[in-house]
């Protein structure tokens, strides 16, 4: 077996300031760097053979958490990187999802059909985190692995993953900030799940909860 630990980045201020961060490169918060401290914590003890990270600050500060006290370099993959929120990109989350007819209705009910303009399909980002993970697991055949990702393109993972039906991608609960996820993988890609999205190593009060649907005021 192949083990991956999924973690998602840190709170960063683009989280913070509710804005559809995606390809945006915001730099982490108070409350990030608070979430770091104890996800180095959790992973000190942990025996890994390598990281992985998406390029962006918020995942590559996530990834040098994990680091911590190991003797691994962070290996940055593109693929790993959040979907491209196109004409979202970088703007205040409600602001923009409710200026562009259709597309908070696709946000909230249907996901698997949103594919802002200028962006990428959410469709698209399904099938290239797949991909990505898989590709990974084979490079890395019976080892264990930490991957440092996104909100976005790591709940399309577990679409794929738990139902292998994008159209169920509404009933997949988001990871949080540092939430960590294991998978195993086996010689024929076979995916199983270890646990998912535990969050457990950061107290309450730096666990700041959001609503992700967007309201239509």
């Given at each position: 077996?192949?083990?991956?630990?999924?973690?998602?980045?840190?709170?960063?201020?683009?989280?913070?300031?509710?804005?559809?961060?995606?390809?945006?490169?915001?730099?982490?918060?108070?409350?990030?760097?608070?979430?770091?401290?104890?996800?180095?914590?959790?992973?000190?003890?942990?025996?890994?053979?390598?990281?992985?990270?998406?390029?962006?600050?918020?995942?590559?500060?996530?990834?040098?958490?994990?680091?911590?006290?190991?003797?691994?370099?962070?290996?940055?993959?593109?693929?790993?990187?959040?979907?491209?929120g196109g004409v979202v990109?970088?703007?205040?989350?409600?602001?923009?999802?409710?200026?562009?007819?259709?597309?908070?209705?696709?946000?909230?009910?249907?996901?698997?059909?949103?594919?802002?303009?200028?962006?990428?399909?959410?469709?698209?980002?399904?099938?290239?985190?797949?991909?990505?993970?898989?590709?990974?697991?084979?490079?890395?055949?019976?080892?264990?692995?930490?991957?440092?990702?996104?909100?976005?393109?790591?709940?399309?993972?577990?679409?794929?993953?738990l139902y292998y039906d994008?159209?169920?991608?509404?009933?997949?609960?988001?990871?949080?900030?540092?939430?960590?996820?294991?998978?195993?993988?086996?010689?024929?890609?076979?995916?199983?799940?270890?646990?998912?999205?535990?969050?457990?190593?950061?107290?309450?009060?730096?666990?700041?909860?959001?609503?992700?649907?967007?309201?239509?005021?």
């Open positions: 077996m192949t083990y991956i630990y999924l973690v998602r980045h840190c709170e960063a201020m683009g989280n913070h300031k509710r804005l559809f961060q995606g390809s945006t490169d915001c730099d982490i918060s108070e409350i990030g760097t608070k979430q770091l401290e104890y996800l180095k914590e959790r992973f000190l003890n942990t025996k890994l053979d390598a990281i992985y990270s998406s390029p962006l600050i918020r995942a590559q500060k996530t990834a040098q958490a994990i680091a911590h006290g190991k003797n691994l370099e962070i290996i940055t993959r593109k693929n790993l990187a959040e979907l491209d990109e970088g703007r205040p989350f409600q602001e923009a999802f409710n200026a562009i007819p259709g597309l908070a209705d696709a946000w909230n009910n249907h996901p698997q059909d949103f594919a802002p303009e200028g962006g990428e399909a959410m469709r698209d980002a399904y099938v290239r985190i797949y991909d990505e993970i898989i590709a990974l697991a084979r490079m890395n055949r019976g080892k264990t692995i930490a991957v440092t990702s996104h909100g976005g393109v790591l709940r399309c993972l577990m679409c794929r993953v994008i159209t169920r991608l509404k009933d997949v609960p988001w990871h949080e900030n540092t939430a960590v996820t294991l998978i195993k993988i086996d010689d024929n890609d076979k995916i199983g799940v270890e646990f998912f999205n535990d969050h457990s190593h950061v107290p309450p009060e730096y666990m700041p909860k959001r609503n992700r649907i967007v309201s239509k005021t």
